[in-house]
Nanobody, 124 residues
Framework: QVQLVESGGGLVQAGGSLRLSCAAS????????MSWFRQAPGKEREFVAG????????YYADSVKGRFTISRDNAKSTPYLQMNSAKPEDTAVYYC?????????????????WGQGTQVTVSS
């Protein structure tokens, strides 16, 4: 079993930056590809970014490409999501997800573990 706990969410002005973290505990974190998803009110959960076990390959939704960066520190069992040039449409609850056999897959049902989410609000 793997437990995921997100942190770093909050309120940021449009154009600002925020860094999300996801503390992982339980089984060996470095064994798992990880991703970030987000869900806005009234909308379905959507893929934001994904990273392979080693961090060599990264995947991004078109809506965040060039603005967000996913990374991981396997020594700390923590993936990160650096959010730059934030837009009001980035407002959502952000979730960390792990253990997929298809790195970077945008399908939520492909992930075994989920965090509880952290709220990100971007004001205009």
């Amino acid at each position: 079993q793997v437990q995921l706990v997100e942190s770093g969410g909050g309120l940021v002005q449009a154009g600002g930056s925020l860094r999300l973290s996801c503390a992982a505990s339980g089984r060996t974190f470095s064994n798992y590809a990880m991703s970030w998803f987000r869900q806005a009110p009234g909308k379905e959960r959507e893929f934001v970014a994904g990273i392979t076990r080693t961090g060599y390959s990264k995947y991004y939704a078109d809506s965040v490409k060039g603005r967000f960066t996913i990374s991981r520190d396997n020594a700390k069992s923590t993936p990160y999501l650096q959010m730059n040039s934030a837009k009001p449409e980035d407002t959502a609850v952000y979730y960390c997800a792990g253990a997929t056999t298809v790195p970077g897959t945008p399908r939520p049902d492909e992930y075994r573990y989920w965090g509880q989410g952290t709220q990100v609000t971007v004001s205009s």
